[in-house]
C-alpha cells in the first residue's frame, strides 16, 4: 500500500508559480512511478507530468516547458513546480503512484491522493 499526501495548492495569479508537494508512504518510493493528474470543473482528470522510476520524466503537451516534475526519493516526495501559470490550469491536481511503468492514463496508476486545488486567476 502506498498513501499520498498533497499539499502546497493555492492561488496564483496568471503568469505566477506554485510548488506542489506530494509525500509518499512505504520503504519502496525508488521504485514507484509517480504522477501528476488534474481535473477541471466538468471536465475529465487528464495527465500532466509523471516521474518513472528509473528517473526519467513525461509531459502533457500542455504544460511542457511550464511545469516541472521532480521527487526526492530520500523524503519519499515528488514535487510538481508549475510556472507561468495560466487560468486554464485551474483545477484539483491530484498525485498518483504506481510500482509499474505509469503513463498518462489514469488506469495505469493504483494509489491516488485526495487532490489539492490550484486556481489561477487572470
Known amino acids: 500500500q502506498v498513501q499520498l499526501v498533497e499539499s502546497g495548492g493555492g492561488l496564483a495569479q496568471a503568469g505566477g508559480s506554485l510548488r506542489l508537494s506530494c509525500a509518499a508512504s512505504?520503504?519502496?518510493?525508488?521504485?514507484?512511478?509517480m504522477g501528476w493528474f488534474r481535473q477541471a470543473p466538468g471536465k475529465e482528470r487528464e495527465f500532466v507530468a509523471r516521474s518513472h522510476w528509473s528517473g526519467y520524466s513525461t509531459y502533457a503537451d500542455s504544460v511542457v516547458g511550464r511545469f516541472t516534475i521532480s521527487r526526492d526519493n530520500g523524503k519519499n516526495t515528488v514535487f510538481l513546480q508549475m510556472n507561468s501559470l495560466k487560468p486554464e490550469d485551474t483545477a484539483v491536481y491530484y498525485c498518483?503512484?504506481?510500482?509499474?511503468?505509469?503513463?498518462?492514463?489514469?488506469?495505469?496508476?493504483?494509489?491516488w491522493g485526495q487532490g489539492t486545488q490550484v486556481t489561477v486567476s487572470s
Open positions: 512505504g520503504r519502496t518510493f525508488s521504485s514507484v512511478t
Open positions: 498518483a503512484a504506481t510500482h509499474g511503468g505509469g503513463g498518462n492514463l489514469r488506469s495505469l496508476y493504483d494509489y
